[in-house]
C-alpha cells in the first residue's frame, strides 16, 4: 500500500509594507507606517509582491509599485490598489463609475451599520447559510426586495470553503459578483474571495484583476485575504 507523502509546508517570506493614504467620514488621513509583512508564499512571489495597509480595513498583498488608496465610513472601508495613478477626487464624485482597467480592490461591509444593506446583498447571492440577515435587511423595507436577489450569479465560477467563505471567479465583460465592487466589467476576468465575518455579520470581499502574466499570484492573495480573516475572527 503506497503512502501518501505530506506536503510541504510554504515557507514564511518577508514582503514590503506600503502604507496608504485614506479620505472618509472624519476626513483626510495618512498612510500609516509599518514593519515588512511575514507572509506564507514562495520566495519568487515575495520578490513580486507587497502588502499595502490604510488607516482603516483590512490589508492586502499586491504586486510591487503600485499606487494605492482607500475611502471609509460608518459603512465600512475600501482600500484599491492600481499601476495606474489613483484620483483621489474622483472616487468621491458622483460622476465617477469604477475602475475600467487592472486593479485590486478589499473591502469590509459592516454588519452592524449601512453596510447591512451590501453585506444582506452578496448573502442573498451565495450564504445561504446566513440566509436570515439577508431576509432581516429585506424586512426593514428601506431598500426594494428587488435589490436582492437570492442565487448565484448564472456566469460565475464560485468554490465554496466553507459555509462563510466563497471563492470566485467572475468571467471577462459579464456582471457578478467580481462586479459587485468598484470594478466595471472589461475584457479581463476578475477573481476574488467573499467571507461572512465578526459577531456583527461583516463582509471582507476581495476583486482582483490583473494582467494575464500577473494571475499566478491571485490564488496567494486569496489566501492570505482568508487567513487574515479567520485570524481575526479567533480572536
Request: hydrophobic letters at 40%; proline letters at 8%.
Amino acid at each position: 500500500m503506497s503512502q501518501t507523502t505530506p506536503a510541504t509546508p510554504t515557507a514564511i517570506n518577508q514582503v514590503p509594507f506600503v502604507g496608504c493614504a485614506s479620505d472618509g467620514q472624519t476626513g483626510p488621513q495618512a498612510a500609516p507606517a509599518g514593519k515588512s509583512k511575514a507572509v506564507a508564499i514562495p520566495a519568487a512571489a515575495a520578490l513580486r509582491l507587497a502588502y499595502y495597509k490604510a488607516q482603516y480595513g483590512p490589508g492586502v498583498l499586491a504586486p510591487r509599485g503600485w499606487h494605492c488608496f482607500s475611502i471609509y465610513g460608518s459603512n465600512g472601508a475600501n482600500l484599491f490598489v492600481s499601476p495606474d495613478a489613483i484620483d483621489a477626487k474622483a472616487l468621491f464624485s458622483p460622476d465617477w463609475k469604477g475602475f475600467a482597467g487592472q486593479v485590486i480592490e478589499i473591502s469590509i461591509s459592516s454588519g452592524g451599520t449601512s453596510g447591512r444593506f451590501e453585506v444582506a446583498k452578496v448573502i442573498a447571492r451565495v450564504f445561504p447559510a446566513y440566509k436570515q440577515f439577508a431576509q432581516n435587511v429585506i424586512a426593514e423595507g428601506i431598500e426594494p426586495v428587488s435589490d436582492f436577489p437570492f442565487g448565484p450569479y448564472a456566469k460565475d465560477k464560485v468554490t465554496y470553503r466553507g459555509t462563510n467563505t466563497v471563492e470566485f471567479e467572475t468571467p471577462a465583460n459579464t456582471a457578478g459578483l467580481g462586479t459587485d465592487s468598484r470594478l466595471l466589467p472589461n475584457t479581463s476576468p476578475i477573481e476574488g474571495v467573499a467571507i461572512i465575518t465578526g459577531t456583527d455579520t461583516d463582509l471582507v470581499q476581495l476583486s482582483a484583476r490583473v494582467s494575464a502574466k500577473g494571475r499566478d499570484l491571485i490564488p496567494l492573495i486569496v489566501k492570505q485575504v482568508e487567513s487574515e480573516a479567520a485570524a481575526a475572527s479567533a480572536q
